[in-house]
């Protein structure tokens, strides 16, 4: 089970993550949780500038690795009813729920917010609620 | 000018961070979830390493009078445990099993220019605004 894992790679990306996470909020003050920034850009809410740039260097950031350091990716067959239910799923979700793994659980479990626990804890739970549920439901059905 | 570079260096960072630690591989994160079946344990590894540095640094940043760049910090105002915030978590998870994509990850695998990346930022977004509309938060 722990064979697989790329522990230096997920642990240097994670604090990595964290690094980002607080930059933002030392520098601007804000929480880095992309639902959040997201939304703020679909609302086209007038101090979306920074907002902006944020998901910019994201895409960038996700793009360089990439291009210049990706591996040879398996390439995916297209999914399409788990790609548009689960994507609008989430993007409902995390708008009325305040925050994804980012926003409640990056920076919500760092600034030891109850809510933010309660959140990462039942959506962690849902997620591998369906997942047991969908194995079930591929093995049944095959 | 510092503050613009500021969040473009830490949304690069983010992304940067989200591909490295494998976390843009919907696979690895419906092996997390996976728990009945040959478990990936690897998302408790970014998560532990990314909340292992905001739980030191938030502390040390929030006990400055304000961010270096603004006049105030923005943070969120609510603290109750509500209904919205369990029900909106419940259908973020099903969703992020169902898909293996959060919102970081889909964003940071637009570059990747995978067709199913694309389907899901377009139904990611059309989700938040349709709950806009139906909500009105």
Known sequence: MFDDVPVFSALTGGVLIGLSATLLLVACGRIAGISGILNGVLDRRSDSAWRWLFLIGLVAGGTFHHLFLGGESAGESTLVLPMIVGGFLVGFGTRMGGGCTSGHGVCGLGRLSLRSLVATLVFVAAGMAIVYVLRCWAGGAG | ?137
């Open chain 2, 1 to 137: 000018m510092m503050s613009k570079l500021a969040v473009l260096i830490s949304g690069a960072l983010f992304g940067f961070g989200l591909a490295l630690s494998q976390m843009v591989d919907r696979q690895r994160v419906i092996g997390f979830l996976d728990v009945t079946g040959d478990w990936d344990p690897t998302l408790i590894v970014v998560l532990g390493g990314a909340v292992g540095v905001t739980l030191v640094t938030f502390r040390f940043v929030l006990r400055r009078a304000c961010p270096a760049c603004e006049e105030v910090f923005h943070l969120p105002s609510k603290t109750k445990i509500d209904g919205p915030l369990v029900l909106g978590a419940v259908l973020f998870g099903v969703g992020w099993g169902v898909s293996g994509y959060c919102p970081g990850p889909g964003l940071a695998s637009i570059g990747t220019a995978s067709i199913n990346v694309a389907m899901y930022v377009g139904a990611l977004c059309a989700g938040s605004i349709v709950c806009r509309m139906v909500l009105r938060k």
